[in-house]
């Protein structure tokens, strides 16, 4: 899972890496290689682009429906390649997208059901790093230009996992969402990887976490990086 990651709405919000973060630009694909690999769009989780990927009603046998799609889009991640083409919402336009962002989705939501009879198990340390690095580089600029968030004005945040390597200093300059690490920050969350995921995609509190610097800056970050709920609710209201 471990793919180049350069995924927003094209034209603004882009993540800006620091210079031990930059990679080489990826060659956006022809529009008809594209068309070459655009799957049914009643295939679980494999969105076709102008169309829903799940257009029908609700099928009575939700489960079957669920472990029926769920096989077919594992067969569709078994015979491509991730690095072939195929549309998504990103600026990264490859399989390897949807395989990630599946991964990711599949994860939380296991969370959800556990979470919802009291019996949530962590999210996998690999998958939660992943998550965490996807959410800055990938997610946090496509919500912000989503809901047209309000610009940032220098606010640094540091994420720091404390059970096993890894820290994410993210600055927020305007439109755009800074990458990299250091001592310099605002405020800082202290975590397992895993509920430093879960606080990122809204699961768990601040509280649960250890918290150290400026209150009123952590109580942004969500203005900064609009809930999805707000955004959804704005996409259904054309606003």
Request: glycine residues 10%.
């Amino acid at each position: 899972m471990d793919h180049v990651r350069s995924g927003v709405p094209p034209g603004r919000g882009a993540p800006v890496r620091d210079r031990h973060h930059q990679g080489p630009a990826r060659r956006a694909p022809d529009p008809a290689e594209l068309g070459r690999t655009e799957f049914p769009p009643d295939t679980a989780g494999w969105p076709v682009h102008g169309r829903n990927p799940t257009p029908g009603p609700i099928p009575a046998t939700l489960l079957d429906a669920f472990e029926e799609g769920a096989g077919r889009l594992e067969a569709l991640f078994r015979e491509r390649s991730p690095d072939d083409p195929a549309w998504t919402w990103s600026r990264e336009q490859t399989v390897g997208f949807w395989l990630r962002m599946q991964t990711i989705e599949a994860a939380v939501h296991r969370w959800d059901a556990e979470n919802a009879v009291g019996a949530a198990g962590p999210i996998h340390e690999e998958i939660a790093v992943d998550a965490i690095t996807q959410t800055f580089e990938v997610m946090a600029p496509a919500r912000r230009a989503w809901a047209s968030a309000p610009p940032g004005a220098g606010e640094r945040f540091r994420f720091l996992r404390t059970d096993g390597p890894g820290e994410w200093v993210v600055r927020f300059d305007g439109e755009h969402v800074r990458v990299g690490d250091g001592a310099d920050f605002e405020v800082e969350l202290a975590g397992t990887a895993s509920d430093l995921m879960l606080f990122l995609w809204q699961r768990i509190p601040s509280g649960a976490l250890a918290v150290r610097g400026d209150k009123g800056v952590l109580d942004r970050y969500f203005e900064l990086v609009p809930p999805y709920d707000l955004i959804w609710r704005a996409c259904r209201s054309g606003t």
